[in-house]
Each structure stands twice: as structure tokens, then as C-alpha cells.
């Protein structure tokens, strides 16, 4: 696999967010409805498609909760539905609507986006960096699940990549929350040669970010590197819309996705690649 460039995810790929970002997911919704999904079903969320935006799996999983009070759906169904007409918030709120009907409108009354996110951000940032990014104070006292994000490559690693390749970063973080990822790394990236959720209002799997990289970089084969089908599904969507240029999609097993069943899914979502961690990405692309 001999590429140009290579862009990087952030979350799963260069920090383990399973302390930090996924239990927010579940702490939100727990503390805002009594009750909450396992963090194992996020996984599910996120291989149904469209929830590359963290905030929106957290409102997803409040509607699954909130139906699961007013049926028998389990998760599996509720996720398998939103995969089925093409995953996200849109797709979620659609399996609501159908699952109840005109009993949906009792569930929407009770779903709470704004407070979901606040709660969201003071676990995830803590007092400091909630007064800090949100501009206001916190809903309560919360230390930051952000200081629970191990560090998932070595400073060696990122020094080959960057020696040998343009490197970019494509994330659905906010900006000033990949900032600190990418400092406890010890990544700089310029600005131009990184997508946040503040600079692309598509999202993945569109595959905007990545085509514009590529021209910025001058590339003719990229690879970008993430850790859920969303970043394969751009990788894939960027190949199939650029004719002069070949893009790869390489999966990383340092995410949700894990082991032999890991490899598989990535697999049947067109991956080019897959590594057990971003560590192994040098002697891949040698």
C-alpha cells in the first residue's frame, strides 16, 4: 500500500475514548432519563451508520430508552432499523415514529437534546473546561472524563508517519476538543490540513474532508485511518467520487471495534486495511 498522504482519526485511533466520551453517552442519559443503554450498544449505534457526532448517538440512545419504556424493542432492533433506512439522528427518529406512532408524540415531548448535551459536556469537560469552551457554568460539579483518554500511539510512530507523509487529521470532535487531544499526543497539524465538526457540517461518511485534503496535499493515494465503518464509509465514498486519485480505507482494532468479528465488519464494509493499532500503520504502508 504505497500512499501520499495519510489522515488520521482521532478518537479510537489516537486516544482511547471508552472512559471518556463513551461513558458520557451512558452517564448522560442515565442521569437525565433514570436510565440508560450498556456501553457495549454503543458499538451498535455507531455500526448502524451516522453517528459519527457523539452528542446525536447520546440523543439516539435517550429515544431508544425512552421507546424501550413504551415497547419491547430491544437495541439490536432499534440500531438494526436505524442502519436499515441509512443511519443518524433523521434515521433514528423515523424507527420511533413508526415503532409508536401517534404514542411518538409522548416520547418527543420527553426527549431533551439540549439538556442531554449539557450534561454530556460537563462530564466530558469538568467544571474547568466547561467554564472554559461553553462559556457558562457547569449544570453540576463533574472532574472531565477528557483527563481519562489514554494515549494510543507513540511519539515515535507519529514522528515516522509525519517524516515520511503529508499527515491530516479528519475528526467529529469540536476543534478546541481535538486541540487537546492532539497536544496530549504531541501532534501539530496545521489548521488547513485538518477537518473538525466546526469546519464540515456534512460529517462522515461524506467524503468531502478527505477530497479536499488530498488536493491540498497534492496526493495521489491516501490513506485514512479510523476506527468505525463511518471513517471506512468516507475512505470508500472519496474512491468511488475521485476518479484521478486512489483512497484507502484502513481500520484499526483500538476502538469498538475488536478482534476476529472486528476485522470481519470492517471487511465487509470495503476496508483496504486492517491494524491492531495505529502503531502498526509504518510497516503497513512501507
Known amino acids: 500500500m504505497q500512499v501520499d498522504a495519510v489522515v488520521l482519526d482521532i478518537d479510537g485511533v489516537l486516544v482511547d475514548v471508552a472512559d471518556s466520551y463513551r461513558r458520557a453517552i451512558v452517564e448522560s442519559v442515565e442521569q437525565v432519563y433514570g436510565d440508560t443503554i450498556e456501553k457495549g450498544a454503543i458499538q451498535r449505534f455507531k455500526n448502524a ?40 439522528l433523521d434515521a433514528a427518529k423515523a424507527v420511533v415514529r413508526e415503532s409508536l406512532g401517534d404514542d411518538a408524540d409522548g416520547v418527543f415531548a420527553a426527549w431533551d437534546p439540549s439538556g442531554l448535551r449539557e450534561v454530556f459536556q460537563t462530564l ?19 472532574p472531565g472524563y477528557i483527563n481519562d483518554e489514554p494515549v494510543l500511539v507513540s511519539e515515535a510512530t507519529l514522528a515516522e508517519l509525519q517524516e515520511r507523509y503529508a499527515v491530516g487529521i479528519v475528526t467529529g470532535r469540536p476543534a478546541a476538543e481535538a486541540d487537546i487531544a492532539m497536544d496530549r499526543v504531541g501532534l501539530d497539524i496545521p489548521e488547513e490540513h485538518r477537518f473538525t465538526m466546526d469546519d464540515w457540517e456534512e ?40 476518479d484521478d486519485r486512489v483512497y484507502y480505507g484502513v481500520g484499526v482494532l483500538t476502538g469498538g471495534l475488536t478482534g476476529d468479528d472486528g476485522r470481519a465488519t470492517y471487511a465487509e464494509a470495503g476496508a483496504s486495511a486492517v491494524v491492531e493499532s495505529v502503531e502498526d500503520l509504518p510497516e503497513l504502508l512501507d
Do not use: C, M, S
Request: no cysteine.
Open 124 to 142: 466530558y469537560l469538568g467544571d474547568e473546561l466547561y467554564r472554559q469552551l461553553e462559556g457558562g457554568e457547569p449544570a453540576f460539579d463533574a
Open 203 to 242: 460529517g462522515k461518511p461524506h467524503p468531502g474532508a478527505l477530497l479536499t485534503l488530498a488536493e491540498r496535499f497534492d496526493a495521489r493515494r491516501l490513506a485514512f485511518v479510523g476506527d468505525t465503518l463511518d471513517d471506512i464509509g468516507t475512505a470508500v465514498n472519496a474512491d468511488d467520487e475521485d
Open 49 to 88: 451508520g451516522g453517528f459519527n457526532n457523539d452528542w446525536e448517538l447520546t440523543d439516539a440512545a435517550a429515544l431508544y430508552v425512552l421507546t424501550a419504556r413504551e415497547t419491547d424493542v430491544d437495541v439490536a432492533a432499534f440500531t438494526d432499523a436505524i442502519g436499515q433506512r441509512g443511519g443518524g
